[in-house]
């Protein structure tokens, strides 16, 4: 971690040798601890953001067969069935991020601006592929497409036809401002 290197040199430069070995020993590990609980905590905001999707292509689909949201099938799918289409539910939950995006795009649920956003967040965190640290625009943009996500889940799951064309207008709005704020 290039973060921790660039401390432990700047610490062994400024301080005894028993005074960097305290440092090594008790303040190095919290400090590695810390910045990685804040690397993930992100990543928690595309978690949530690839299973709101997954989900609202479930119910787009016609997966749930009643107001319940099933997120996983347990041990036992036969006792499921009467909530859910489990075919279904097994073969999209195989499909990939930018396939749900697609279908979802395609289909009217996400216009165009949101579809752009969570292109680039997908784009953005395959970069984790490449071992290639996150940086604070990468992690805020998650986050974003984490609360644009939401709006959209919200407004599928909701019977309430004005709350939900307001939260997907909502939604675009904020896409569509953040995509014209990178240009």
Request: glycine share 2%; with cysteine; aromatic share 10%.
């Amino acid at each position: 971690m290039e973060t921790i290197e660039h401390l432990r040199k700047l610490a062994e430069l400024n301080l005894c040798d028993s005074c960097f070995q305290k440092y090594k020993a008790f303040l190095e590990p919290t400090i590695q601890s810390t910045i990685q609980s804040l690397r993930l905590r992100p990543l928690g905001d595309w978690i949530e953001t690839e299973s709101e999707i997954t989900q609202i292509v479930m119910k787009n689909k016609g997966v749930f067969k009643g107001k319940a949201i099933v997120l996983f099938l347990g041990n036992d799918e036969n006792k499921i069935t009467d909530m859910v289409d489990v075919k279904a539910f097994n073969q999209i939950k195989k499909w990939k991020f930018n396939e749900k995006i697609n279908y979802l795009h395609a289909t009217g649920v996400l216009q165009d601006s949101s579809y752009e956003l969570l292109d680039k967040a997908r784009e953005t965190r395959n970069r984790l592929h490449d071992l290639i640290a996150f940086s604070e625009q990468d992690y805020a943009l998650f986050h974003l497409a984490y609360i644009i996500t939401n709006q959209i889940w919200t407004a599928t799951m909701t019977d309430q036809k004005d709350i939900s064309i307001w939260l997907k207008t909502n939604a675009e709005k904020n896409a569509k401002q953040w995509l014209e704020s990178q240009k």
